[in-house]
């Protein structure tokens, strides 16, 4: 997905508050944000992705500020949040709620009820965002999930016959979130957890995966090997490379992995779980603001 005009003003947005995250001192601040305010203006274009030059505005912070985790305090917050809130909306799914578990309707597939039931967990957690005050991240985690595009069932088809998935993983605190999803994936294929390998943003990372002592849980967890928002392949390890190549098909997490992978040819095994929260990709996906979409392409 290419760039719309409106997202300059999302990532000069983003300029601002990740250098004010990074240092508490003004003229370093300063500093930060005319450096990426500079690669903003020289390489804005809407025939670019977004995710690339906010990949260059993150490092440009963190080398100004020498802060290697400016969002750092906000992951440990959002990861609280989560951590707190996933047990009690897994009950709340399995004891009834019927946007959730699909209870009142006769369950010919206990499997793929489970596997619809888990994705729908999933992507509540994807309310999580930077722009949000943790208080109106879980006040949208609460909400039932509806999803705009459904393709719930199609994936489960294709997952029974895979023998591989790689899951992109998004936010950190997704990950209590998406770990009972990958346990029940496991059941049909083997799943590669994939997260950053160092931070950028409020993204999961490994040393993140590694202090929840989940990393064991996820089974095997690979590393991206570039910090940034989505992948930007061109920078990818030649192990992510491989993963990805080799994958029967890829569960992408979030809006930066839909705004990269959307720019690959349809091949039927990307599945894209996200909650759309800027209006270009809402526009993009042909959904209100806000809306949640389980598509695959």
Known sequence: MKMAPDCYECLRRLTYQAAGL?????????????????ILD???????????????????VREVTRNPDPYRAMKEREMLLARQLCPELTLQSETGNPDLSGRGRRRADPYEDELCQHLKLAAAANAIDFF????SSEEYMRK?????VDDSKRFVAKLRDARKVLYLADNAGELYFDLPLVKLMRQAARVVYAVKPSPVQNDLTLEDVRRTGLENEFG???STGIASPGVVFSLASARFKREFESADLVFAKG???YEALSELPPEGRVFYCLMAKCQPVADSLGVEINSYVAMLR
């Open 42 to 60: 020289e390489e804005f274009s809407c025939n670019q992705l977004s995710i690339v030059i906010a990949t260059k505005i993150h490092k440009a």
């Open 132 to 135: 949000r005050e943790t208080c």
């Open 255 to 257: 809006m930066g992995h």
């Open 220 to 222: 095997e967890v690979v």
């Open 144 to 148: 039932p999930v509806s999803f705009a």
């Open 22 to 38: 990074a240092t508490h001192d003004a003229s370093l601040k300063q500093g930060a944000i005319r450096e990426a305010i500079k």
